[in-house]
């Protein structure tokens, strides 16, 4: 049965960054991508990209070009999401999800959630 | 961008009833190459991440209730739950997949009346 578990709950102030893990378990890591989509407080949801675990490539969302890098341990199952230069409008749940590079665009298998807050 | 608009924002249905939500995109995602609508929906209780309903417009993901369908094509899809139960209240999504960035409508609210 495929996990994915993420990190837990971040408070960080403006202008700080925050990685978000994401292990993963119950499938083989490289034959999947993983997706990030964030959900602001009683907002609907944002992707903000994906990164393939066979060869790492990325896709990020233009508003969050320069500001979020997305990466892969393979020897870890682990999939991490940087985001620097964090804004209070960054506050947010994030979520790291199961995608199939090249054959399917919907996310099939999602994390618990990661609450980030951001605020002076 | 692919904007995807939901309506209504929000429902109200009885149980046992038809509940419908509609999508529309502001462009096709049908990909004529292989006839395939790039679109899925997903439900979200509070509290909880999304949970994937549908892919490829109409296809029911495994172990999701058989009362839940989806239908249309091109630019206009429907989410239908032919008969409301008190566990469907959630929010649903919509989301395209043909082209990135990914993008999902706004949300539709649905609740027991």
């Known amino acids: 049965q495929v996990h994915l578990v993420q990190s837990g709950v971040e408070v960080k102030k403006p202008g700080a960054s925050v990685k978000v893990s994401c292990k993963t378990s119950g499938y083989t890591f490289f034959n999947y991508g993983i997706t990030w989509v964030r959900q602001a407080p009683g907002q609907g949801l944002e992707w903000m990209g994906w990164i393939s675990g066979y060869n790492g490539n990325t896709n990020y969302a233009q508003k969050l070009q320069g500001r979020v890098t997305m990466t892969t341990d393979t020897s870890s199952s682990t999939a991490d999401m940087e985001l620097r230069n964090l804004r209070s409008d960054d506050t947010a749940v994030y979520y790291c999800a199961t995608y199939l590079p090249g054959v399917q665009g919907w996310f099939d298998t999602w994390g618990q959630g990661t609450l980030v807050t951001v605020s002076s | 961008d692919i904007v995807m608009t939901q309506s209504p924002d929000s429902l109200a249905v009885s149980l046992g009833e038809r509940a419908t939500i509609n999508c529309k995109s502001s462009?096709?995602?049908?990909?004529?190459?292989?006839?395939?609508?790039?679109l899925g929906w997903y439900q979200q209780k509070p509290g909880q991440p999304p949970k994937l309903l549908i892919y490829w417009a109409s296809i029911r993901e495994s172990g999701v209730p058989d009362r839940f369908s989806g239908s249309g094509s091109g630019t206009d899809f429907t989410l239908t739950i032919s008969s409301l139960q008190a566990e469907d209240v959630a929010v649903y999504y919509c989301?395209?997949?043909?082209?990135?960035?990914?993008?999902f409508g706004q949300g539709t609210r649905l609740e027991i009346k």
């Open positions: 989301q395209q997949y043909y082209d990135t960035p990914i993008t």
């Open positions: 462009q096709s995602v049908l990909y004529s190459s292989n006839n395939k609508n790039y």
